[in-house]
């Protein structure tokens, strides 16, 4: 994709998010996108992050890697995990991300933790939700939930930073609503729960759903087509 639709469309999506924010009483400043790169070309994270865009997610390691390699000479870029995570991919998880959005295993979980390297600051990681309880999605029960993050206490080098969840999909706004409404009802009851957690981080809404998302409290919208355009079929 040419250079200036993406600077045009990271304009458009701050602008969607801002927008949001006045609408439902939002501070913008609450609210952070995570451009979502995956099957783009490293000159396409390059063109978004000119525009000061810092925070990447990406779903498929190797390619990630490669990509991160390439961009070595931007060290403020963050980038954020939020595809499947297999067990022999934890170490490189652990040594390359400074995020984590799709932890769902204590396996997983104590993995990571014994396999950040001490040199870097702890991974942040989200707790994946399977919010609208459908057997093919990934994520644990919202019953679940409050035990996997007891557990989590236990890992010194793992932060926990709050819930992530891809619902169902809906071009209903209303039913996009009740189900990142649940998300956000679920964290409350577990900062209520586990004071000593900071979980203050709701990563929710993607390009179609992410007005609902920030109408019901979502800090973290995951923004890949609104941005770099339609994707590739994965082969
Ligand atoms: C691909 C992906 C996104 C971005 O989706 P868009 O609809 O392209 O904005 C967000 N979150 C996750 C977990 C994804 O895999």
Not at 92 to 112: C, P, V
Request: charged share 20%; glycine share 6%.
């Amino acid at each position: 994709m040419l250079h200036s639709v993406i600077t045009e469309h990271i304009a458009k999506v701050r602008q969607q998010v801002e927008q949001a924010c006045h609408k439902f009483g939002r501070n913008p400043s609450e609210v952070k996108v995570l451009a979502v790169s995956k099957t783009q070309p490293a000159e396409a994270i390059r063109v978004a992050a000119a525009t000061g865009q810092q925070a990447f997610g990406e779903n498929y390691l190797q390619e990630a890697l490669q990509k991160q390699q390439e961009l070595a000479d931007l060290p403020e870029l963050e980038w954020h995990f939020i595809g499947a995570v297999q067990s022999n991919k934890t170490r490189e998880i652990a040594e390359n991300f400074a995020w984590l959005h799709t932890l769902a295993r204590q396996k997983i979980a104590q993995r990571l933790n014994d396999q950040r390297p001490a040199k870097l600051p702890k991974l942040k990681v989200l707790i994946q939700v399977n919010i609208s309880n459908e057997a093919s999605k990934a994520g644990i029960l919202p019953s679940e939930v409050l035990g996997f993050a007891k557990q989590l206490l236990e890992l010194p080098r793992l932060e926990v930073c709050g819930l992530m969840c891809i619902p169902k999909v809906s071009e209903d706004f209303t039913q996009q609503r009740q189900a990142f409404a649940q998300l956000a009802d679920l964290q409350a009851q577990l900062m209520q729960a586990l004071p000593e957690l900071n979980l203050t981080t709701l990563s929710m809404g993607m390009s179609g759903d992410l007005e609902a998302a920030i109408a019901e409290g979502s800090t973290l919208v995951r923004i890949g087509t609104a941005i770099f355009g339609a994707r590739e079929p994965k082969v």
